[in-house]
């Protein structure tokens, strides 16, 4: 049984990198270099966009429940609105029928629309966080579209590399790199954004 291959290796290594060279095996190289570069930055800008459309899509839900928050409030500001037309009712019965309404009717009456002051302050409050959240996932989906921008650039310049390593024509690459830089123009944008 031979130890060893019989076909001379270093002889076989030679004449492979004479032909890689013959055939653009330095342009390859670079192809390949510049593809994997963009390979890579797509892959950041594919998870920035996942971790902003992600943060968004929180700050909406948030949002969504501080809407229903106010609402309930905006509902219990009503509910002590009834309650004091009842009060003040009552007592313009009383006075309708030329006697004295109790104190209390007056007392409740007032008491509830102070109450009504203080939950409409808190709906109110509760409103302006909410659209807060909304304004801050608008902002993040805006992003958002700016970090898929720049993906499906990178995702064009990479096809575009492949083409260019399969056909060996430089336009190609050449392409593929301006449309790369096209990716990396929106990724950066999004990220100072």
Do not use: C
Request: net charge negative; glycine share 8%; hydrophobic share 50%.
């Amino acid at each position: 049984m031979p130890e060893g291959p019989e076909v001379e290796t270093e002889k076989l290594h030679e004449a492979i990198h004479e032909e890689l060279e013959k055939e653009g095996g330095a342009f390859l190289r670079r192809v390949a270099l510049t593809t994997a570069l963009l390979a890579a930055l797509a892959a950041i800008a594919s998870l920035r966009a996942g971790a902003t459309v992600n943060e968004a899509l929180r700050l909406e839900t948030a949002a969504t429940r501080l809407q229903a928050q106010a609402s309930d409030q905006w509902a219990y500001y009503q509910a002590k609105g009834v309650k004091g037309a009842v009060a003040e009712a009552t007592r313009a019965a009383w006075l309708a029928a030329g006697k004295a309404p109790p104190e209390e009717h007056g007392a409740k009456k007032e008491r509830y629309a102070e109450q009504q002051q203080e939950i409409q302050d808190k709906a109110r409050e509760l409103e302006n966080a909410r659209d807060e959240k909304e304004r801050e996932a608008e902002h993040l989906m805006h992003l958002h579209h700016r970090f898929a921008a720049g993906v499906a650039l990178f995702q064009v310049a990479i096809a575009l590399g492949a083409v260019a390593a399969l056909t060996r024509k430089q336009a190609a690459w050449l392409l593929s790199l301006a449309v790369g830089v096209g990716g990396i123009g929106f990724t950066a944008v999004a990220l100072l954004g």
